[in-house]
């Protein structure tokens, strides 16, 4: 399965890029991950075309089996560079999440793990027309403390995004 994924924090050490590292070297003999870049992208503005390469990755998007977010919360919402992409995109033709499998995933030091940011982006999902996994929800909390140096030190962690990564393989077979 071909699995699109985004991640909505550009800094070199995220924790939220570590998981997603860590989720594909525990899945790459189910999913094969192609992650698409957002940092290269300008600002919107509905009075300029969107540049080839944002309507080329929207095609190679569409071709995906599925998409997977990995995310910070910001200021109790969706990071704007996260929010700009999904803004291109949603322009894009084909519109590369409308009926597409997708799911959330966020990791933060603070005790509730992304979860004000995870309802809000799917209230952007409901636009978009994703195909939201419901359950298993993944927030990951204190994660400074879970992920150190790049690698998830917490058993359980490791197990629930295992779970979530077989709930997400039914998902989209289904
Ligand atoms: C602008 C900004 C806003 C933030 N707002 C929140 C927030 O609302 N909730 C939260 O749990 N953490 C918040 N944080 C802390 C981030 O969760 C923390 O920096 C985290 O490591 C970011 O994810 P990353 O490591 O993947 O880059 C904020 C950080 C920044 C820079």
Redesign the pocket.
Known sequence: MKIAVV?????K??????VFEQYAEFNKDVFQFEEFAIGDMPLYNQDIQAPDFIQQRAQAIADCDGVLI????????V?GVLKNALDWWSRAEPQPFAGKPTAIIG????A???A??QYHLRQVGVFLNMRLLNKPEVMI?G??DKVIEGKIVDDGTVEFLQTHAESFKQFIES
Not at 7 to 11: E, N, P, T, V, Y
Not at 13 to 18: G, K, L, Q, T
Not at 107 to 110: L, N, R
């Open positions: 991640i909505g924090s550009l800094r050490e995220s924790v939220n890029r570590a990995f995310s910070p919360e910001y200021n109790y919402s990071p990791a933060s030091p603070g509730i793990g992304t004000r940011m909390g994660a400074y």
